[in-house]
């Protein structure tokens, strides 16, 4: 049968240009239909912003706020004033934050003017990336001034530390191997990243015991020590919402939204590291992507040079880490990095 002979509607379906069967559809107004279910609002850091949006795709009749704990004092002036705005939300889902982010007190405050407020536990686990370290000088919250690094904050504290001993870049890439990775415990990370973890959840009486056993069996969770994958948040996601009373959605959150945070930073798990748990591993630095472009990628050699050459132009208090403090204080460790 010739294309000519098929019917119009048929013949547009073949053909790029043509309008499609379905352009009144879409040319209907796109604007979503109110949400008239129980107000939710949300607090709290980048994890707490893709919480936000799983609730919006897991409870589609209900209006989700979210408030970036970094901009509390800019948006709302004091806890005061937030406290009445969560107070119009029927369910409130805050992160633990200490005081010196909005006059008037921390999160445990903001519990007791708002009692109907959930706390929810940050994620943090270093088991995949026990090597990654913050520098920089806090004497309290608002003097926190974190050093640089090619990967926005993140550093390496192997890098980190051969640099304060003076060892040159090709010596440092050298210092990425299994045999230092055992002598500084980061092939024995496991069960601590564990307990810490499951300590901080359950000290704000959010325990994550089921959660992390069904995490690990999905393999890596993480894509760096404070970023969780969009499956732990959406499984938090849901269970704040069933605990809350309600009932969310049956669907994968990354199915539907993707993964947020693999537009940020991915810091990779080292092949030494990866092996303990039987996963694939590299040397791939990934920086954060920023608005149409590629993301910046280095490897290990890359790294080492970008960090150097920011740290070359920083003080030593500008780097103020305290494993690299610990580690100029043990002999054993200082002779092993300028051993090679």
Same mark, same amino acid.
């Given at each position: ?56 795709? =897991? #409870? @589609?009749?209900?209006?989700?706020? *979210?408030? %970036?704990?970094?901009? $509390? ?5 004091? /806890? &005061? ?64 001034? =974190? #050093? @640089?690094?090619?990967?926005?904050? *993140?550093? %390496?504290?192997?890098? $980190? ?5 003076? /060892? &040159? ?172």
């Amino acid at each position: 049968m010739a294309l000519t002979d098929l019917p119009r509607r048929a013949r547009q379906a073949f053909s790029l240009s043509a309008p499609s069967w379905a352009t009144a559809w879409r040319d209907r107004s796109r604007r979503a239909p109110p949400r008239t279910g129980p107000s939710i609002a949300v607090i709290g850091n980048c994890q707490a912003r893709v919480l936000a949006q799983a609730m919006r795709l =897991l #409870a @589609p009749e209900s209006p989700v706020r *979210y408030l %970036s704990m970094g901009t $509390l004092k800019r948006d709302h002036g004091h /806890l &005061d004033g937030l406290a009445r705005l969560l107070r119009g939300h029927d369910h409130v889902f805050s992160q633990a934050f200490p005081a010196g982010l909005i006059p008037g007190g921390d999160s445990a405050q903001l519990r007791e003017a708002v009692p109907r407020l959930t706390l929810v536990p940050s994620i943090v686990f270093s088991a995949f990336h026990p090597d990654m370290v913050y520098a920089g000088a806090a004497s309290d919250l608002a003097a926190l001034k =974190l #050093a @640089p690094s090619p990967l926005g904050q *993140y550093h %390496s504290a192997i890098a $980190l530390f051969a640099h304060r001993l003076g /060892l &040159d870049a090709g010596k440092t890439v050298a210092l990425f191997r299994e045999e230092v990775f055992g002598r500084l415990g980061y092939l024995d990370h496991w069960d601590p990243a564990v307990r810490e973890l499951a300590a901080a959840a359950a000290q704000v009486g959010f325990p994550l015991d089921r959660e992390l056993t069904r995490w690990a069996r999905r393999g890596a969770f993480m894509h760096l020590m404070n970023h969780p994958k969009a499956f732990v948040l959406g499984d938090i996601a849901k269970r704040l919402l069933r605990e809350g009373g309600l009932s969310p959605e049956p669907v994968e959150v990354e199915d539907y939204l993707g993964d947020e945070l693999t537009q940020d930073v991915v810091w990779p798990i080292y092949p030494p590291i990866a092996e303990q748990f039987g996963l694939t591993g590299s040397y791939l630095f990934k920086a954060r992507a920023t608005a149409g472009h590629f993301p910046v990628l280095y490897d290990l050699p890359g790294f080492i040079a970008a960090s150097f050459a920011m740290y070359d132009g920083l003080s030593a208090g500008d780097l103020h880490c305290p494993r690299v403090e610990a580690w100029l204080s043990a002999p054993d460790i200082v002779a092993m990095f300028r051993a090679g």
